[in-house]
Structure formats: C-alpha cells, structure tokens
C-alpha cells in the first residue's frame, strides 16, 4: 500500500499548487491519449460500480479511481433508461434508451470507464418502466432471475477486485437502484458459489470471489473509510470531479452536468463485506494486491523466482510510465513489456499454485496485456482511418470499405495486416496488402464486401457488423487492435415508412368520415427504385387510395403519399391497428426505421413495425373552442389533441410576445416549457394578464429546478415538491379520488367516472405541488400504497376574470400512448369555462 499511499501524497501536494477557482495555467502541453492508457500499467486493481440507468455512476469518483489511480473500472448498468423523461427531444420508450446508452457511452469515453449494461435489447425483460419506490415491484417488473443470472454472468466475467452499488437499499432512493443495490450484495457471495447458476461454469466460466463490497456510506460519521477525490490533475487540466462532471454533460437528455471549481471533495464508503485480511486497516485497496510487485508478496516461498520476476515486471510497467511524454521510448518499452508478460503467464500456468491464487495471477496478467496492446497503438502514432462510401448498405449489396494507415511515428512497424471483420456469412475480398510501414509512410487497403440476403439488420445494442483489425510486429512483439468505421454502419431495409400520424383516435361520438394520413417512403437502396405503398385497414373500414407508386432516384431520396382512411360508421370501441408496407425491388418491407441522430452520439437507428396504432371511444368536445399551446419540444400533446379534432395552434415566440392571447380561450403550457422556452420566462407576465382579463390557462408538469419560481411563475404561490421522490404516485392504478365530483372539471364536457382513471401507463403524477396558496381549490386526490394521499394533482384558482389551472398528472405519457381516459380528463381540463 506504500505506493497508494505515495500517489495520494503526491497529488494532495499537487493540488496545494491550484488555486480553488481552477484556473491555474499549464504550460506544458500534454499527450492526454498517452497518459490514457500508461497510467493504468500502474495497477493490478479492478472496480465495478453497479447501478439502474444510465447516469447513475459515480461520476467523479470513477474519474478519480480511472484517471486518477489507472484503476480498471466499469459501470454495469441494469436498464437502458427506456422509461426517463427527455430533455433534447421528443423521443421516448425504446428511442430513449438508444440515446441514453450512446449518451453513457460517450460519458465514459471521458472518465475513461467502461459501460455494461445487463439489457440486451430493446423492450428487454430489464425494461425501465418508469420511476418505482419498491425493489419489490421493480424485480417482479424486470423478472428477478433475469436480472440476477445476468448479474452474476457479468462478475464472473469481469472479475472485479471491489464492487460497489451506486446507491443504498434505503426508502428515499428509487425502487430500482434499491433493487440493484440488493442483487449486488448477494452477489458477493453467490458469485464465488458453484451450485449459483452452475450452467454457466459449464459454459466456460469459473467463480468469482470479489475481495470487497463497499456501499457509499449513509453520512460521514457511518463510513469505514473517506477518500479525497477533489485533487487537480495537470494531465486533464482539471479536478476529478470536473472531469466527472464533463462526463455528465454527455447526459443531454437527461440535462446533466455543472460547472464546478476545483474544490476539496470526498467519497465516503461503507465496507459492508471483506474476504480479504486487511490488518486493521481502513484503506479502500487494503488487502488487495494493487500492482505486480504486491502480488509478488503473495507467492509461496518455493515460487521465490517467481516472485522476482513479478517484482521486475512491475518495475518495468513503472519504467513505461515514467518516459512518458516520449511516445518513441514508452513503444519501445512497450513491446519489450508485451513479450515479457506471455512469458511469465507461462510460467505462472506451469507454477505450482494455489488454484485461486493461480486464476488470479493469470487474470491480471492478461488484463496487463491488453492494456500494453492499446499503450503500443497509441504510442506507435499509427493513425487508422476506415470508411465506406455510405453508412447505411442494404442486403444483397456489394459496397467498398477503405482503410488507410499512416504511421506518425517514430519506429518501423513491421508486417503490418489489416483484416476487415464482418459476420458470418458476409464476403470480404482484400485488394490489397501491406507488409511494413516506414516512419512517415502511409498506406491505403480496400475490401470488397457483399451483404448476404439474409444480413441481420441494424440494431443499436449490437456489435458494429463492419470492424477492422489492425495489426502489426515490433522487436518481436505483435499487437492488435479492432477499430470502427467512420459513422454507424447499418444494414436497413430497401425502403421503410414513417406514419403521419402515427397513433389516431376514432371519436365514436362524431366518427370522422376521413382520417388523413401521411406516409413518407425513404429509399434506403443504394441506386434508383420504385416503390408500391399500400395501408392495411380492418374488414369495414375504406382506405383511399388503394395503392401509391413513388420513383427514387437515389439513395435516402423521401417521397409523401397522402391517404384517408374512413372508419365504419358502427364501429365499436376498443383498439384496432392499419399495417403499412412498401414494395421495392421484389420485397415487401413493413418497417419504419426512426433516424436518432445528436452532434454529441452520432447517427443511430431504431426498426419497428410500421403501423398505425388506433383506439375508438367517445371525446365530447366542444366545437368551438379555440387552444393555443405553447410547445416545449417535450412531449406531443398538441398533435395528438389536433389530431383528434380538436382547435390547436402552436403559439411561436412571437405570438407569446405580440399577439392577441384573448383570441384563445384556453393556453395550455407544454410540460416543462419553462426550461425550454426562455420566450416563455420573458413573457410570463402576458400570460398571467391573459389569466386576468378573463383567459385559461393549463400549466402541466415541471420539475422544482426548470426555472419554476414558486412565488411569481404562477398568479399565486406554488411551491413544487422536492425531492423529488417524496413528491410523486408511482402506481399506476392508484385510486383515484374526486374531491369536487359537481365541479365542471368532471361533468363537461365529458362525464368522467372511475373508468378514465384505467389502464393509464407508467405512473398518475409526477413532481407534485407541496405547499400552494389558499387561493387554489384542490380536485383529486390518490396515492401509492401504503402512503398519505396527495391532493394537488389538479389545482385550480380564480385570477382577476380567469382561471389558472396546474396539473402534474403524466397526461403527455396517457395522450401519446392512446388512453381514452386522458384524452377525455384533459379536454375536460381545457374546456373549462367554455361550458356557458
């Protein structure tokens, strides 16, 4: 532990040199690619942080265990986050767990930690079904076995010294980071047992025993050990905690990130389990060999060579880290180290040792030498750049990728290959080859590639289909490294549709005698084609026309093609679904491939059906209301509610500015408009004369911190509940209670009863008010099981000649996802007032 204990001197020293604003100068310039991957030669020393969703990390604690110690860390993540909010966009469900699994894994890319995730695939049994405040409910959800043999498959696998949940099964914490939070701890033991999910031992895999489980610690005074993490670096120019922080502004989604100076900070943790003598000690690696040289303690007295060839290997990782900024020495040493390190796993493996100190040995070993393969890459200068002329390739189609190598450094990089890496089953034909590449030298490759028919399309969870391995020898030493195409490439169908709307109502009340929908055909086919686009109605309903043609002339070429579709006069109430497809070049696809593209993940795509989703129920309405709603870009409401035939305009910035409100009878505020509309914030006060000259205004949901002031944002104080877990009903089928069943809010112009309270999905409300003015009336009130009631999900109060209505109840969720029961409560709620 001397050594730890030197580093943690050394850079409290380094960090007495900063002032506390952060702003030091640094005139050196940095190599922070080299340092990436030399500092963790420094350690033997694996971590695991567990937790539910993306962005549950210990951000700066993992940058300080990564990039401040080398420390092997990774982030095993239960969920994709399918069931958050989000804060770029209106994508939700399985599009929102694309973008926040890219978004983990950029953030990690800075911390330098690696991001699992137990999820396979979209819609998985793990499938983050929104907010829980039971670990109960959350494994009933998730399917608890799933869960568990994934989680123990993965430890097994990863085979960490420590593990540690981001968080404690405590009741203030969300139901699934208590849930994780258990299966962690009983992994620690479960792991290391044979009879624990023995098929996989069968499978190849061996027990893991973790050396220590630490939780972080419930207060400073409850903790076993704290650990100063707020030190500067001057490789990164930055604290630990600001490069965890830079880490979480990849969370766009989800609008993570701070500013924060350079500060002294601490992690304090609870050491809950040890299997390791730690002689009294407290030290977070206490116990645990932390490089080659304490492993080299460990060794029986009769493997004493053994031992100093462990003790001089570390000395020769130490070397490496030394030379650095010379990029020419630390290679050099490097391939050296490479060499070395096969040669003492062969002698380990003919050892005579202890089987699990043996295993143990042999794991580091091998995670030593695939760290020195990726601190030859980077320190050989070799800079790889493959490409395809287009990202998306169909199946059956023949495409070129190039590869071109330039060697920016310093040595001969001797019998230099590159292999294109592709599934089984696709044909890769090299034109070319490279035997050595000379300092300065550059060289160019091309594959010819050939999709096969049967190609597995593109799935974001799933390994790029297009890799290419590079690989090249120096004094001996041979090193490979796997690098990825420029761009997503993905295999797509020839065409695919989008649905304008995508989700219709049939109001059984006024059954509309057309539906108009739009269907934008995008040509996926690498050349010109022509396609046939047809809707699929239910037996009685009419669908014009019949069948549309579209001619493309090139790849991602879109063309419109409008239909109606008019419903059965009788028809009955329930769900009913149109099918679209698209013929081209002999095949029928009935697929609709969102695009999911951000500057800060790139391009992604998510294929599922393509199909209109419908539902048939009665929505009174009053014909002549006119709504103005102010868009947040959250959610989708106002196309739902036009497209259900209601009177809807999108107010612009200059309408919220300039323009006559009073024409509207009701404004309806977007959920969390406040945080998107900085037109809205500066024109608060229009809107509350709008109130008060006679207007309604409908407030949905905001969270305490989206610039939400509780004394002036509304007409009268509205104080939103914080935290945020203590404020919300999880369940979705909580009852719900009318407080004012008279109140026209109930009765016009819809009657609501107990029914439009079913099958609402994720959760009632969110982010409920805690404290409001005497001025409100409160309407309904609900609850989760086994807790006190909330009654300020509809809260309404008189203002000069009108009426300001705020609801936190998800509406959004209910109207995008085709509840009658929303749609029917919510044009209630923006109806009031009309009734006389």
């Given at each position: 532990?001397?050594?730890?204990?030197?580093?943690?001197?050394?850079?409290?020293?380094?960090?007495?040199?900063?002032?506390?604003?952060?702003?030091?100068?640094?005139?050196?310039?940095?190599?922070?690619?080299?340092?990436?991957?030399?500092?963790?030669?420094?350690?033997?020393?694996?971590?695991?942080?567990?937790?539910?969703?993306?962005?549950?990390?210990?951000?700066?604690?993992?940058?300080?265990?990564?990039?401040?110690?080398?420390?092997?860390?990774?982030?095993?993540?239960?969920?994709?986050?399918?069931?958050?909010?989000?804060?770029?966009?209106?994508?939700?469900?399985?599009?929102?767990?694309?973008?926040?699994?890219?978004?983990?894994?950029?953030?990690?890319?800075?911390?330098?930690?690696?991001?699992?995730?137990?999820?396979?695939?979209?819609?998985?049994?793990?499938?983050?079904?929104?907010?829980?405040?039971?670990?109960?409910?959350?494994?009933?959800?998730?399917?608890?076995?799933?869960?568990?043999?994934?989680?123990?498959?993965?430890?097994?696998?990863?085979?960490?010294?420590?593990?540690?949940?981001?968080?404690?099964?405590?009741?203030?914490?969300?139901?699934?980071?208590?849930?994780?939070?258990?299966?962690?701890?009983?992994?620690?033991?479960?792991?290391?047992?044979?009879?624990?999910?023995?098929?996989?031992?069968?499978?190849?895999?061996?027990?893991?025993?973790?050396?220590?489980?630490?939780?972080?610690?419930?207060?400073?005074?409850?903790?076993?050990?704290?650990?100063?993490?707020?030190?500067?670096?001057?490789?990164?120019?930055?604290?630990?905690?600001?490069?965890?922080?830079?880490?979480?502004?990849?969370?766009?989604s989800q609008g993570m990130g701070n500013d924060i100076p350079v500060a002294p900070r601490q992690t304090h943790?609870?050491?809950?389990?040890?299997?390791?003598?730690?002689?009294?000690?407290?030290?977070?690696?206490?116990?645990?060999?932390?490089?080659?040289?304490?492993?080299?303690?460990?060794?029986?007295?009769?493997?004493?060579?053994?031992?100093?060839?462990?003790?001089?290997?570390?000395?020769?990782?130490?070397?490496?880290?030394?030379?650095?900024?010379?990029?020419?020495?630390?290679?050099?040493?490097?391939?050296?180290?490479?060499?070395?390190?096969?040669?003492?796993?062969?002698?380990?493996?003919?050892?005579?040792?202890?089987?699990?100190?043996?295993?143990?040995?042999?794991?580091?070993?091998?995670?030593?030498?695939?760290?020195?393969?990726?601190?030859?890459?980077?320190?050989?200068?070799?800079?790889?750049?493959?490409?395809?002329?287009?990202?998306?390739?169909?199946?059956?189609?023949?495409?070129?990728?190039?590869?071109?190598?330039?060697?920016?450094?310093?040595?001969?990089?001797?019998?230099?290959?590159?292999?294109l890496l592709a599934p089984e089953g696709w044909s890769v034909a090299s034109s070319g080859k490279v035997k050595?590449?000379?300092?300065?030298?550059?060289?160019?490759?091309?594959?010819?590639?050939?999709?096969?028919?049967?190609?597995?399309?593109?799935?974001?969870?799933?390994?790029?289909?297009?890799?290419?391995?590079?690989?090249?020898?120096?004094?001996?030493?041979?090193?490979?490294?796997?690098?990825?195409?420029?761009?997503?490439?993905?295999?797509?169908?020839?065409?695919?549709?989008?649905?304008?709307?995508?989700?219709?109502?049939?109001?059984?009340?006024?059954?509309?005698?057309?539906?108009?929908?739009?269907?934008?055909?995008?040509?996926?086919?690498?050349?010109?084609?022509?396609?046939?686009?047809?809707?699929?109605?239910?037996?009685?309903?009419?669908?014009?026309?019949?069948?549309?043609?579209?001619?493309?002339?090139?790849?991602?070429?879109?063309?419109?093609?409008?239909?109606?579709?008019?419903?059965?006069?009788?028809?009955?109430?329930?769900?009913?679904?149109?099918?679209?497809?698209?013929?081209?070049?002999?095949?029928?696809?009935?697929?609709?491939?969102?695009?999911?593209?951000?500057?800060?993940?790139?391009?992604?795509?998510?294929?599922y059906p393509a199909q209109v989703n419908g539902v048939a129920f009665e929505l009174l309405t009053n014909d002549?209301?006119?709504?103005?709603?102010?868009?947040?870009?959250?959610?989708?409401?106002?196309?739902?509610?036009?497209?259900?035939?209601?009177?809807?305009?999108?107010?612009?910035?200059?309408?919220?500015?300039?323009?006559?409100?009073?024409?509207?009878?009701?404004?309806?505020?977007?959920?969390?408009?406040?945080?998107?509309?900085?037109?809205?914030?500066?024109?608060?006060?229009?809107?509350?004369?709008?109130?008060?000259?006679?207007?309604?205004?409908?407030?949905?949901?905001?969270?305490?911190?989206?610039?939400?002031?509780?004394?002036?944002?509304?007409?009268?104080?509205?104080?939103?509940?914080?935290?945020?877990?203590?404020?919300?009903?999880?369940?979705?089928?909580?009852?719900?209670?009318?407080?004012?069943?008279?109140?026209?809010?109930?009765?016009?112009?819809?009657?609501?009863?107990?029914?439009?309270?079913?099958?609402?999905?994720?959760?009632?409300?969110?982010?409920?008010?805690?404290?409001?003015?005497?001025?409100?009336?409160?309407?309904?009130?609900?609850?989760?099981?086994?807790?006190?009631?909330?009654?300020?999900?509809?809260?309404?109060?008189?203002?000069?000649?009108?009426?300001?209505?705020?609801?936190?109840?998800?509406?959004?969720?209910?109207?995008?996802?085709?509840?009658?029961?929303?749609?029917?409560?919510?044009?209630?709620?923006?109806?009031?007032?009309?009734?006389?």
């Amino acid at each position: 532990m001397r050594k730890f204990i030197m580093s943690m001197l050394s850079l409290l020293l380094i960090v007495s040199m900063v002032p506390l604003s952060g702003t030091a100068v640094e005139s050196q310039e940095h190599d922070v690619d080299l340092w990436n991957e030399i500092k963790p030669l420094d350690t033997t020393v694996t971590f695991l942080n567990t937790g539910a969703h993306p962005d549950d990390e210990r951000s700066d604690f993992l940058a300080y265990l990564s990039r401040g110690l080398g420390v092997k860390t990774a982030s095993m993540i239960a969920n994709r986050g399918e069931g958050g909010q989000n804060e770029i966009g209106n994508e939700l469900g399985n599009a929102l767990g694309i973008i926040r699994s890219r978004e983990m894994i950029e953030a990690s890319k800075i911390t330098g930690v690696t991001a699992y995730h137990l999820s396979d695939t979209t819609s998985d049994a793990i499938y983050d079904f929104g907010f829980s405040k039971s670990p109960v409910e959350t494994l009933e959800k998730w399917d608890e076995d799933v869960t568990y043999e994934r989680l123990i498959r993965f430890i097994r696998t990863y085979q960490p010294d420590i593990v540690m949940p981001s968080f404690r099964d405590t009741p203030t914490q969300h139901g699934h980071h208590r849930a994780m939070a258990i299966l962690s701890e009983k992994a620690f033991k479960d792991a290391a047992n044979p009879s624990v999910y023995p098929e996989q031992l069968t499978e190849g895999l061996s027990v893991w025993q973790t050396k220590k489980f630490f939780l972080p610690a419930a207060s400073p005074a409850t903790a076993t050990t704290s650990i100063e993490i707020g030190m500067y670096d001057p490789i990164y120019q930055m604290s630990y905690p600001q490069l965890g922080e830079e880490s979480r502004y990849m969370h766009k989604s989800q609008g993570m990130g701070n500013d924060i100076p350079v500060a002294p900070r601490q992690t304090h943790l609870e050491l809950l389990f040890s299997n390791v003598d730690t002689n009294g000690s407290n030290e977070l690696f206490a116990g645990i060999p932390y490089d080659f040289a304490e492993w080299a303690k460990t060794l029986p007295k009769n493997a004493n060579g053994l031992s100093v060839q462990y003790t001089n290997f570390q000395k020769q990782l130490e070397s490496i880290i030394a030379s650095y900024p010379d990029r020419g020495a630390v290679f050099t040493q490097t391939q050296k180290a490479l060499k070395d390190v096969h040669r003492l796993e062969k002698m380990t493996e003919k050892a005579k040792l202890d089987d699990e100190l043996k295993s143990d040995l042999l794991n580091k070993l091998s995670l030593k030498a695939d760290q020195l393969q990726e601190a030859s890459f980077v320190s050989s200068s070799l800079d790889v750049k493959a490409e395809a002329p287009s990202t998306v390739v169909t199946k059956g189609e023949d495409t070129t990728v190039t590869v071109t190598l330039q060697n920016n450094g310093e040595h001969e990089l001797e019998h230099t290959a590159v292999e294109l890496l592709a599934p089984e089953g696709w044909s890769v034909a090299s034109s070319g080859k490279v035997k050595s590449l000379a300092p300065g030298e550059t060289a160019t490759l091309s594959f010819d590639v050939s999709v096969p028919e049967d190609a597995e399309f593109f799935h974001a969870y799933q390994e790029p289909v297009l890799q290419a391995k590079v690989s090249y020898k120096n004094d001996g030493a041979e090193v490979e490294q796997v690098k990825q195409l420029e761009g997503t490439i993905a295999v797509l169908p020839d065409a695919a549709v989008t649905l304008n709307p995508e989700d219709i109502i049939v109001n059984t009340a006024n059954v509309q005698s057309e539906i108009p929908v739009k269907v934008k055909v995008k040509n996926y086919f690498n050349g010109a084609s022509q396609a046939a686009v047809s809707l699929k109605a239910p037996a009685g309903w009419v669908v014009e026309p019949e069948s549309a043609s579209v001619d493309f002339s090139a790849q991602f070429e879109e063309k419109e093609v409008a239909f109606t579709l008019s419903p059965p006069e009788s028809i009955q109430t329930g769900d009913f679904k149109v099918d679209a497809e698209v013929s081209v070049n002999g095949e029928t696809f009935k697929s609709t491939v969102q695009e999911i593209k951000y500057d800060h993940i790139g391009t992604f795509y998510y294929q599922y059906p393509a199909q209109v989703n419908g539902v048939a129920f009665e929505l009174l309405t009053n014909d002549d209301l006119k709504v103005g709603y102010i868009d947040s870009g959250f959610d989708l409401v106002a196309d739902y509610l036009s497209n259900a035939g209601l009177d809807i305009t999108k107010l612009t910035e200059s309408d919220i500015a300039t323009s006559d409100l009073s024409q509207y009878d009701t404004i309806v505020v977007g959920i969390r408009a406040y945080l998107s509309r900085a037109d809205l914030l500066v024109n608060n006060a229009r809107l509350l004369k709008y109130v008060e000259d006679g207007g309604h205004l409908v407030v949905q949901y905001h969270k305490p911190d989206d610039k939400w002031n509780k004394d002036t944002t509304a007409p009268y104080p509205l104080t939103i509940g914080n935290p945020s877990i203590a404020w919300r009903v999880t369940d979705e089928n909580a009852k719900v209670n009318i407080l004012k069943p008279e109140s026209p809010l109930f009765n016009y112009p819809n009657k609501i009863n107990d029914s439009d309270w079913d099958n609402w999905i994720q959760e009632r409300g969110l982010y409920y008010p805690m404290a409001w003015g005497p001025q409100y009336e409160t309407f309904v009130s609900m609850a989760d099981p086994g807790e006190d009631a909330f009654d300020g999900g509809i809260l309404m109060a008189n203002y000069g000649k009108g009426t300001y209505l705020y609801t936190n109840l998800v509406f959004y969720r209910q109207i995008q996802g085709q509840v009658p029961g929303g749609y029917r409560i919510f044009t209630n709620l923006i109806s009031y007032g009309s009734e006389n």
